[in-house]
Protein backbone atom coordinates (compact mmCIF):
# COMPACT_ATOMS: atom_id res chain seq x y z
CA UNK A 1 0.00 0.00 0.00
CA UNK A 2 0.97 3.30 -0.90
CA UNK A 3 2.04 5.95 1.85
CA UNK A 4 0.56 9.20 2.33
CA UNK A 5 1.39 11.85 3.76
CA UNK A 6 1.31 13.33 6.82
CA UNK A 7 0.22 10.41 8.52
CA UNK A 8 -2.78 11.01 11.16
CA UNK A 9 -1.93 9.52 14.53
CA UNK A 10 -3.93 11.53 16.73
CA UNK A 11 -7.39 9.74 16.43
CA UNK A 12 -7.97 10.39 20.53
CA UNK A 13 -8.16 13.74 19.71
CA UNK A 14 -10.61 13.67 17.00
CA UNK A 15 -11.62 10.84 14.17
CA UNK A 16 -12.68 11.34 10.37
CA UNK A 17 -15.83 10.74 10.02
CA UNK A 18 -16.65 7.07 8.54
CA UNK A 19 -18.23 6.89 4.73
CA UNK A 20 -21.17 4.65 5.70
CA UNK A 21 -22.01 7.64 8.58
CA UNK A 22 -21.64 10.74 6.19
CA UNK A 23 -23.89 8.73 3.59
CA UNK A 24 -26.54 8.72 6.36
CA UNK A 25 -25.89 12.28 7.34
CA UNK A 26 -26.16 13.91 4.19
CA UNK A 27 -30.26 13.63 3.88
CA UNK A 28 -30.87 15.41 6.71
CA UNK A 29 -29.27 18.41 5.80
CA UNK A 30 -31.32 19.20 2.92
CA UNK A 31 -34.58 16.62 2.02
CA UNK A 32 -35.56 15.82 5.42
CA UNK A 33 -34.36 19.21 7.30
CA UNK A 34 -37.91 19.34 9.77
CA UNK A 35 -37.59 20.16 12.91
CA UNK A 36 -38.62 16.90 15.63
CA UNK A 37 -40.50 19.04 17.48
CA UNK A 38 -42.89 19.91 14.74
CA UNK A 39 -45.49 17.19 15.11
CA UNK A 40 -48.28 18.25 12.26
CA UNK A 41 -46.61 18.06 9.40
CA UNK A 42 -44.17 14.97 7.38
CA UNK A 43 -41.31 16.84 8.16
CA UNK A 44 -40.87 17.09 11.35
CA UNK A 45 -42.14 13.53 11.73
CA UNK A 46 -39.53 12.54 9.29
CA UNK A 47 -36.78 14.25 11.83
CA UNK A 48 -38.28 13.00 15.01
CA UNK A 49 -38.17 9.26 13.65
CA UNK A 50 -34.70 9.81 12.95
CA UNK A 51 -34.08 11.23 15.85
CA UNK A 52 -35.34 8.14 17.62
CA UNK A 53 -33.49 5.81 15.53
CA UNK A 54 -30.39 6.72 16.75
CA UNK A 55 -31.50 6.71 19.75
CA UNK A 56 -32.16 3.77 19.89
CA UNK A 57 -28.69 2.83 17.98
CA UNK A 58 -26.75 4.32 20.58
CA UNK A 59 -28.77 2.00 23.39
CA UNK A 60 -28.53 -0.85 21.56
CA UNK A 61 -24.42 -0.37 21.70
CA UNK A 62 -24.50 0.28 25.50
CA UNK A 63 -27.30 -1.84 26.54
CA UNK A 64 -29.97 0.32 27.43
CA UNK A 65 -33.42 1.50 26.77
CA UNK A 66 -33.71 4.10 24.11
CA UNK A 67 -35.37 6.90 26.77
CA UNK A 68 -32.59 7.06 28.81
CA UNK A 69 -30.42 8.65 26.07
CA UNK A 70 -29.96 12.50 26.40
CA UNK A 71 -28.70 14.07 23.58
CA UNK A 72 -26.13 16.98 23.82
CA UNK A 73 -23.59 18.73 21.72
CA UNK A 74 -20.83 16.75 22.89
CA UNK A 75 -19.32 14.88 25.92
CA UNK A 76 -18.44 18.02 27.50
CA UNK A 77 -21.72 19.00 27.96
CA UNK A 78 -22.80 15.49 28.97
CA UNK A 79 -20.11 15.99 31.79
CA UNK A 80 -21.47 19.07 32.62
CA UNK A 81 -25.06 17.60 32.83
CA UNK A 82 -24.29 15.00 34.54
CA UNK A 83 -22.10 16.39 37.36
CA UNK A 84 -23.77 19.69 38.02
CA UNK A 85 -27.27 18.11 37.54
CA UNK A 86 -26.97 15.13 39.97
CA UNK A 87 -25.35 18.21 42.37
CA UNK A 88 -28.11 20.34 42.25
CA UNK A 89 -30.34 17.39 42.10
CA UNK A 90 -29.54 16.08 45.28
CA UNK A 91 -27.74 19.48 47.13
CA UNK A 92 -30.65 18.53 50.17
CA UNK A 93 -29.52 14.79 50.51
CA UNK A 94 -25.87 15.17 49.98
CA UNK A 95 -22.56 17.95 49.46
CA UNK A 96 -20.04 15.14 48.85
CA UNK A 97 -18.58 14.65 45.03
CA UNK A 98 -16.00 11.86 45.03
CA UNK A 99 -13.40 11.72 41.28
CA UNK A 100 -10.23 11.38 40.59
CA UNK A 101 -7.31 13.92 39.99
CA UNK A 102 -7.16 12.82 36.19
CA UNK A 103 -10.21 13.01 34.74
CA UNK A 104 -10.60 14.79 32.14
CA UNK A 105 -11.12 19.17 32.22
CA UNK A 106 -15.11 18.81 31.62
CA UNK A 107 -15.50 16.91 35.00
CA UNK A 108 -12.65 18.68 37.01
CA UNK A 109 -13.92 22.25 35.92
CA UNK A 110 -17.41 21.18 36.61
CA UNK A 111 -16.46 19.84 39.98
CA UNK A 112 -14.15 23.27 40.24
CA UNK A 113 -17.18 25.37 40.14
CA UNK A 114 -19.15 23.78 42.23
CA UNK A 115 -16.76 23.41 45.31
CA UNK A 116 -17.20 27.53 45.10
CA UNK A 117 -21.13 26.74 45.20
CA UNK A 118 -20.13 24.74 48.90
CA UNK A 119 -19.70 21.42 47.25
CA UNK A 120 -16.57 18.96 48.87
CA UNK A 121 -14.95 17.54 46.75
CA UNK A 122 -12.70 14.68 46.75
CA UNK A 123 -9.94 13.98 44.02
CA UNK A 124 -9.13 10.32 44.28
CA UNK A 125 -5.10 9.28 43.14
CA UNK A 126 -4.43 6.89 40.96
CA UNK A 127 -1.36 3.93 40.89
CA UNK A 128 1.91 4.44 38.81
CA UNK A 129 -0.34 3.12 35.96
CA UNK A 130 -3.30 5.23 35.99
CA UNK A 131 -5.88 3.03 37.78
CA UNK A 132 -7.93 4.26 40.58
CA UNK A 133 -8.31 1.89 43.81
CA UNK A 134 -12.03 0.54 44.10
CA UNK A 135 -11.39 0.25 47.98
CA UNK A 136 -10.15 3.84 47.90
CA UNK A 137 -13.27 4.79 46.23
CA UNK A 138 -15.35 3.06 49.11
CA UNK A 139 -13.56 4.50 51.79
CA UNK A 140 -14.20 8.33 50.91
CA UNK A 141 -17.91 7.45 50.77
CA UNK A 142 -19.70 9.04 53.36
CA UNK A 143 -22.93 9.75 54.08
CA UNK A 144 -23.04 13.05 52.32
CA UNK A 145 -21.50 11.26 49.01
CA UNK A 146 -24.11 11.95 46.00
CA UNK A 147 -21.87 11.11 42.95
CA UNK A 148 -18.76 9.09 42.01
CA UNK A 149 -17.24 9.86 38.71
CA UNK A 150 -14.46 8.00 37.29
CA UNK A 151 -13.02 8.01 33.43
CA UNK A 152 -14.28 4.74 31.48
CA UNK A 153 -10.85 4.84 29.66
CA UNK A 154 -8.06 7.59 29.31
CA UNK A 155 -7.49 9.94 26.60
CA UNK A 156 -4.21 10.52 27.39
CA UNK A 157 -2.91 7.25 28.28
CA UNK A 158 -5.09 4.87 27.60
CA UNK A 159 -6.14 3.09 30.63
CA UNK A 160 -9.01 1.38 31.23
CA UNK A 161 -10.58 1.85 34.39
CA UNK A 162 -12.18 -1.22 36.43
CA UNK A 163 -15.90 0.14 36.41
CA UNK A 164 -17.55 -2.38 37.40
CA UNK A 165 -16.15 -2.97 41.08
CA UNK A 166 -16.82 1.02 41.50
CA UNK A 167 -20.35 0.47 40.25
CA UNK A 168 -20.88 -2.37 42.63
CA UNK A 169 -19.75 -0.17 45.62
CA UNK A 170 -21.43 2.98 45.32
CA UNK A 171 -24.70 0.50 44.11
CA UNK A 172 -24.57 -0.98 47.83
CA UNK A 173 -23.87 2.43 49.38
CA UNK A 174 -26.97 4.01 47.35
CA UNK A 175 -24.67 6.47 45.60
CA UNK A 176 -24.80 7.64 41.69
CA UNK A 177 -22.31 6.50 39.66
CA UNK A 178 -21.41 8.81 36.69
CA UNK A 179 -18.37 7.45 33.63
CA UNK A 180 -16.68 9.71 31.20
CA UNK A 181 -16.78 7.26 28.13
CA UNK A 182 -16.11 10.00 25.57
CA UNK A 183 -12.99 7.29 24.21
CA UNK A 184 -13.68 3.91 25.67
CA UNK A 185 -17.60 4.06 23.01
CA UNK A 186 -17.57 1.81 20.77
CA UNK A 187 -13.69 0.78 21.22
CA UNK A 188 -14.13 -1.69 24.50
CA UNK A 189 -17.35 -3.79 25.62
CA UNK A 190 -19.51 -0.88 26.96
CA UNK A 191 -22.71 -2.23 28.78
CA UNK A 192 -24.68 -0.13 31.13
CA UNK A 193 -25.97 -3.15 33.74
CA UNK A 194 -22.60 -4.78 33.88
CA UNK A 195 -20.61 -1.68 35.16
CA UNK A 196 -23.49 -0.79 37.45
CA UNK A 197 -23.43 2.75 36.08
CA UNK A 198 -25.76 5.44 36.45
CA UNK A 199 -24.55 8.62 33.84
CA UNK A 200 -21.97 7.79 31.09
CA UNK A 201 -21.06 10.81 29.01
CA UNK A 202 -20.84 9.74 25.13
CA UNK A 203 -19.22 12.21 21.90
CA UNK A 204 -20.02 11.04 17.99
CA UNK A 205 -16.80 12.81 17.04
CA UNK A 206 -14.54 10.18 19.04
CA UNK A 207 -16.01 7.15 16.82
CA UNK A 208 -16.19 8.28 13.80
CA UNK A 209 -18.83 10.21 14.17
CA UNK A 210 -19.49 14.03 13.35
CA UNK A 211 -18.47 16.75 15.78
CA UNK A 212 -21.27 18.93 17.68
CA UNK A 213 -23.22 15.67 18.85
CA UNK A 214 -23.01 13.32 22.19
CA UNK A 215 -25.61 12.35 24.90
CA UNK A 216 -25.96 11.44 28.15
CA UNK A 217 -27.07 7.99 29.16
CA UNK A 218 -29.36 8.61 32.25
CA UNK A 219 -30.57 5.32 34.18
CA UNK A 220 -34.92 5.71 34.67
CA UNK A 221 -35.05 2.31 35.78
CA UNK A 222 -36.41 2.39 39.09
CA UNK A 223 -35.92 4.32 41.35
CA UNK A 224 -35.51 7.11 38.78
CA UNK A 225 -32.32 9.60 39.01
CA UNK A 226 -32.84 13.11 39.27
CA UNK A 227 -31.38 15.51 36.96
CA UNK A 228 -31.37 19.00 37.40
CA UNK A 229 -31.02 20.91 33.45
CA UNK A 230 -28.15 22.94 32.45
CA UNK A 231 -30.58 24.91 29.58
CA UNK A 232 -33.71 25.65 30.01
CA UNK A 233 -36.67 26.22 27.10
CA UNK A 234 -38.31 23.70 25.04
CA UNK A 235 -38.50 21.00 27.15
CA UNK A 236 -36.81 18.76 24.58
CA UNK A 237 -35.22 15.30 25.67
CA UNK A 238 -37.81 14.41 28.33
CA UNK A 239 -36.70 18.69 29.54
CA UNK A 240 -33.37 17.16 30.55
CA UNK A 241 -32.23 19.38 27.31
CA UNK A 242 -34.00 21.87 26.42
CA UNK A 243 -32.95 23.17 22.71
CA UNK A 244 -33.33 21.87 18.61
CA UNK A 245 -32.30 18.74 18.67
CA UNK A 246 -29.09 18.79 15.74
CA UNK A 247 -30.78 15.69 13.43
CA UNK A 248 -27.78 15.22 11.33
CA UNK A 249 -25.65 14.98 14.00
CA UNK A 250 -27.93 12.84 16.14
CA UNK A 251 -28.19 10.47 12.50
CA UNK A 252 -24.68 10.44 12.14
CA UNK A 253 -23.58 9.16 16.00
CA UNK A 254 -26.46 6.29 15.68
CA UNK A 255 -25.13 5.00 12.67
CA UNK A 256 -21.64 5.23 13.92
CA UNK A 257 -22.56 3.63 16.80
CA UNK A 258 -24.80 0.76 14.44
CA UNK A 259 -20.71 0.66 12.59
CA UNK A 260 -18.67 0.16 15.60
CA UNK A 261 -20.81 -2.50 17.40
CA UNK A 262 -20.79 -4.40 13.71
CA UNK A 263 -16.76 -3.98 13.61
CA UNK A 264 -15.45 -3.25 17.13
CA UNK A 265 -14.03 -6.81 18.12
CA UNK A 266 -11.81 -7.08 14.89
CA UNK A 267 -11.06 -3.55 15.08
CA UNK A 268 -9.99 -3.84 18.24
CA UNK A 269 -7.71 -6.92 17.99
CA UNK A 270 -6.57 -4.92 14.93
CA UNK A 271 -5.27 -1.64 16.73
CA UNK A 272 -3.67 -4.29 19.12
CA UNK A 273 -1.07 -5.61 17.00
CA UNK A 274 -0.34 -2.34 15.64
CA UNK A 275 -0.10 -0.40 18.81
CA UNK A 276 2.09 -3.69 19.86
CA UNK A 277 4.22 -3.63 16.47
CA UNK A 278 4.62 0.57 17.15
CA UNK A 279 5.73 0.20 20.63
CA UNK A 280 8.21 -3.00 19.97
CA UNK A 281 9.74 -0.85 17.13
CA UNK A 282 10.49 2.16 19.16
CA UNK A 283 11.64 0.54 22.01
CA UNK A 284 13.68 -1.19 19.46
CA UNK A 285 15.31 1.93 18.00
CA UNK A 286 15.19 4.16 20.78
CA UNK A 287 16.57 4.20 24.33
CA UNK A 288 15.52 5.82 26.93
CA UNK A 289 11.64 5.40 26.39
CA UNK A 290 9.39 4.76 29.25
CA UNK A 291 5.51 3.66 28.80
CA UNK A 292 2.78 5.47 30.16
CA UNK A 293 -0.42 4.20 31.61
CA UNK A 294 -1.51 0.03 32.16
CA UNK A 295 0.82 -1.70 30.08
CA UNK A 296 -2.51 -4.20 29.00
CA UNK A 297 -5.45 -3.19 30.94
CA UNK A 298 -5.89 -0.13 27.97
CA UNK A 299 -7.48 1.21 24.86
CA UNK A 300 -6.79 -0.92 21.60
CA UNK A 301 -5.10 2.17 19.39
CA UNK A 302 -3.27 4.41 22.54
CA UNK A 303 0.09 4.23 23.23
CA UNK A 304 1.57 7.21 25.38
CA UNK A 305 5.29 7.56 25.61
CA UNK A 306 8.08 9.60 27.38
CA UNK A 307 11.67 10.05 25.97
CA UNK A 308 14.41 10.79 28.49
CA UNK A 309 16.91 13.24 26.90
CA UNK A 310 14.90 14.76 24.90
CA UNK A 311 13.33 18.49 24.83
CA UNK A 312 9.60 17.64 24.65
CA UNK A 313 8.36 20.37 21.90
CA UNK A 314 11.37 20.17 19.90
CA UNK A 315 10.52 16.12 19.12
CA UNK A 316 7.26 17.07 18.92
CA UNK A 317 7.57 19.74 16.13
CA UNK A 318 9.92 17.91 14.49
CA UNK A 319 7.50 14.99 13.58
CA UNK A 320 5.80 17.76 11.31
CA UNK A 321 5.16 14.41 8.73
CA UNK A 322 3.43 12.23 11.86
CA UNK A 323 -0.03 13.76 13.29
CA UNK A 324 0.78 12.72 16.78
CA UNK A 325 0.18 15.28 20.32
CA UNK A 326 1.77 15.57 23.94
CA UNK A 327 -1.41 15.03 25.63
CA UNK A 328 -5.19 15.59 25.56
CA UNK A 329 -6.19 18.08 22.42
CA UNK A 330 -7.86 20.01 25.08
CA UNK A 331 -4.87 21.31 26.79
CA UNK A 332 -2.22 20.96 23.99
CA UNK A 333 -1.69 24.49 23.56
CA UNK A 334 -0.21 24.43 26.82
CA UNK A 335 3.54 23.40 26.76
CA UNK A 336 3.48 22.60 30.26
CA UNK A 337 3.78 18.87 31.88
CA UNK A 338 0.65 16.89 31.87
CA UNK A 339 -0.95 17.06 35.05
CA UNK A 340 -2.10 13.18 34.30
CA UNK A 341 1.50 11.75 34.13
CA UNK A 342 2.29 14.10 37.35
CA UNK A 343 -0.41 12.39 39.06
CA UNK A 344 1.01 9.37 37.92
CA UNK A 345 4.29 9.92 39.73
CA UNK A 346 5.92 10.88 36.48
CA UNK A 347 8.39 13.09 37.06
CA UNK A 348 8.10 16.36 35.90
CA UNK A 349 10.82 16.39 33.30
CA UNK A 350 9.91 13.07 32.01
CA UNK A 351 6.30 14.52 31.75
CA UNK A 352 7.14 17.15 29.44
CA UNK A 353 7.96 14.95 26.89
CA UNK A 354 5.25 12.93 26.44
CA UNK A 355 4.28 11.78 23.22
CA UNK A 356 0.54 10.34 22.88
CA UNK A 357 0.06 8.44 19.56
CA UNK A 358 -3.43 7.22 18.88
CA UNK A 359 -4.14 4.48 16.20
CA UNK A 360 -7.51 4.08 14.58
CA UNK A 361 -9.29 2.73 11.82
CA UNK A 362 -7.78 3.88 9.18
CA UNK A 363 -3.79 3.27 10.47
CA UNK A 364 -1.65 0.94 8.38
CA UNK A 365 1.67 -0.70 9.32
CA UNK A 366 3.00 1.25 6.65
CA UNK A 367 2.56 3.88 8.41
CA UNK A 368 3.81 2.28 11.87
CA UNK A 369 6.79 1.69 10.32
CA UNK A 370 7.31 4.91 8.87
CA UNK A 371 6.82 6.66 12.44
CA UNK A 372 9.11 3.90 14.17
CA UNK A 373 11.88 5.19 11.45
CA UNK A 374 11.42 8.84 11.54
CA UNK A 375 11.24 9.31 15.29
CA UNK A 376 14.04 7.37 16.05
CA UNK A 377 15.84 9.53 13.21
CA UNK A 378 14.62 12.96 15.17
CA UNK A 379 15.49 11.39 18.40
CA UNK A 380 18.73 10.40 17.93
CA UNK A 381 19.39 14.17 16.21
CA UNK A 382 17.81 16.15 19.50
CA UNK A 383 20.23 14.09 21.76
CA UNK A 384 23.31 14.89 19.64
CA UNK A 385 22.52 18.43 19.53
CA UNK A 386 21.87 18.51 23.37
CA UNK A 387 25.54 16.42 23.84
CA UNK A 388 27.50 17.90 20.76
CA UNK A 389 28.17 14.92 19.55
CA UNK A 390 26.72 13.64 16.69
CA UNK A 391 26.88 10.27 15.32
CA UNK A 392 26.22 10.98 11.59
CA UNK A 393 25.27 7.99 9.16
CA UNK A 394 25.77 8.25 5.44
CA UNK A 395 22.53 10.25 4.90
CA UNK A 396 23.80 12.85 7.17
CA UNK A 397 20.83 11.86 10.02
CA UNK A 398 22.38 10.14 13.26
CA UNK A 399 22.00 6.61 13.00
CA UNK A 400 19.57 4.98 15.86
CA UNK A 401 21.37 2.54 18.01
CA UNK A 402 19.98 -1.07 17.74
CA UNK A 403 19.17 -2.50 20.61
CA UNK A 404 16.43 -4.86 22.90
CA UNK A 405 14.99 -3.56 25.53
CA UNK A 406 11.85 -4.42 27.95
CA UNK A 407 9.43 -2.32 28.28
CA UNK A 408 8.99 -0.18 31.15
CA UNK A 409 7.03 2.31 33.31
CA UNK A 410 8.24 5.78 33.67
CA UNK A 411 10.25 6.00 36.82
CA UNK A 412 8.92 8.54 39.57
Known amino acids: MALTLPIYMDYHATTPVDPEVFEAMLPYFREHFGNPSSRTHVFGWSAESAVEKGREQLGQLIGCKPMEIVFTSGA ?14 YRDRGNHIVTTAIE ?25 RGLVDPFQVEEVITDRTILVSVIAAHNEIGTIQPLAEIGRICKARGVLFHSDAAQALGKIPLRVGEIHVDFLSFSAHKLY ?12 T ?20 SGTQNVPGIVG ?56 RV ?38 ELASTSMRFG ?12 TIEKLSERVERLRAMLSGSPRAGSSGLPVAKERTVSVQDAPS
Open 76 to 89: TEANNLAVKGVAWA
Open 104 to 128: HHAVLDACGRLEKEGFDVTYLPVDR
Open 209 to 220: GPKGAGALYVRM
Open 222 to 241: RPAVKLTPLLDGGGQERGRR
Open 253 to 308: FGKACEVASRVMAEEGKRLTRLRERLKAGIFRRIDGVYCNGHLEQRLPGNLNLSFA
Open 311 to 348: EGEALLLSMKDVAISSGSACTSTRMEPSYVLLALGVSE
Open 359 to 370: LGRWSTEEEVDY
